[in-house]
């Protein structure tokens, strides 16, 4: 052995032994067959497949197991469309503790994506999804009210008219009215 192949003996052993001592330790760890957020891999289609392949209510119970709704809620609340999009499907099978907190996650998406959730607003004003229960400000910071209002008059689409007139009525009704000064 050369002098001169010595050091590059031990940059190779520096280098590839923290790899082999890695490889070593994870072999002997136990498998585990706890599911992993890698492992289940929750997405907006993937989602939609299976409330078209074994229901809403068989969905909203593996979502129930597998501790998923947290993931969902931050997806519908950042006002992502393939998410918003399914609550419908979900909110009728949900409990109530959920579905008030997916009706949450809508009011927060409101002026992040006024278009879709407009699009899953009940025309007919019902309990879970109209204008009246997702359209108000009750648990929303000061100025949602405001940015909301503004994120829906920017939509303009005749399919939505209706929704967005409910909308922002109801955003209106908790507003403050300015009343004349009579002079008196």
């Not at 050369?2 to 994870?26: E, Q």
């Not at 067959?33 to 497949?49: G, N, Y």
């Not at 019902?126 to 939509?155: E, F, N």
């Amino acid at each position: 052995m050369r002098i001169r192949s010595f050091p590059r003996l031990m940059l190779l052993m520096a280098l590839l032994g923290p790899t082999a001592g890695l490889t070593a330790l994870a072999a002997s760890l136990p498998t585990t067959t706890a599911t992993t957020e890698t492992a289940s891999s929750l997405s907006a289609r993937a989602l939609a497949r299976q409330i078209h392949e074994e229901g809403a209510q068989a969905t909203v119970h593996a979502l129930d197991e597998q501790k998923a709704w947290p993931r969902l809620r931050r997806a519908v609340a950042a006002g992502w469309d393939g998410w918003i999009e399914l609550v419908p499907d979900l909110i009728t099978h949900a409990d109530d503790a959920t579905a008030s907190r997916l009706r949450t996650s809508l009011r927060q998406a409101l002026p992040r994506n006024p278009y879709a959730v407009l699009s899953i607003i009940d025309p007919g004003n019902g309990a879970l999804l109209g204008a009246g229960a997702l359209c108000t400000a009750h648990g929303m910071p000061a100025r949602w009210r405001q940015d909301s209002i503004r994120a829906i008059g920017a939509v303009h689409d005749i399919h939505l008219a209706h929704q967005n007139a409910d909308c922002l009525a109801a955003l209106s009704a908790g507003l403050p009215t300015e009343t004349a000064d009579n002079g008196t």
